[in-house]
């Protein structure tokens, strides 16, 4: 026997599992739609847009359980909330232009609450990640506060030589260095 289910580990998450599983009983909710007032149950356009918010829900609530995580990084984040965005817009072929436009205008704004220099500068910082999936902006403004972390700690121009050979792999942070020393 198959249930509607309604889970509680977040908002967005419950909405996902909740229409996923209306969709797993749809055939039930079809044979049930007898009564008028459940006319919608058979319409072909209302499935459509049930699992056109799931392609756009289930990114989401994926990348909240991944920030949400007890081993979530500043560095992650940048690269969950882009996963995130490729795979909504890798479903969004069947969205309307103004579909699209609605969704990518939500998820600058969200991007602009969410993201912010310090999740940059970890990304660039963290070796599993290096600032590889940065675009120039984002690169600029991560380099921008941590110049001015520099200020405030007064370090020393040798120390700001040094974090530029260690990003750029340069200088006795050249891989061909730790070859011949290992």
Known sequence: MR????????????YVEMLQSVTRNKNVI???ALNDNLRNATDKKFWEK???VIAVLKPITNAIAEI??????LSSVVVSY??????IFGNIKPFTTTEQTQIQNILNQRENFLLHPIHYLGNIL????EGK??????HQSALRLLQQCFMQLEFS???ILAFQNVSAKEGQFKPQFFELIA
């Open 50 to 52: 049930v699992y056109f």
């Open 126 to 129: 963290d070796p599993n990640f």
């Open 82 to 87: 882009k996963r995130m965005k490729a795979l």
């Open 3 to 14: 249930q509607l289910k309604y889970a509680v580990k977040t908002r967005w998450y419950s």
């Open 30 to 32: 079809w044979n049930l």
């Open 68 to 73: 949400k995580g007890d081993k979530t990084f």
């Open 157 to 159: 121009s040798e120390n």
């Open 133 to 138: 999936s940065l675009d120039e902006n984002e």
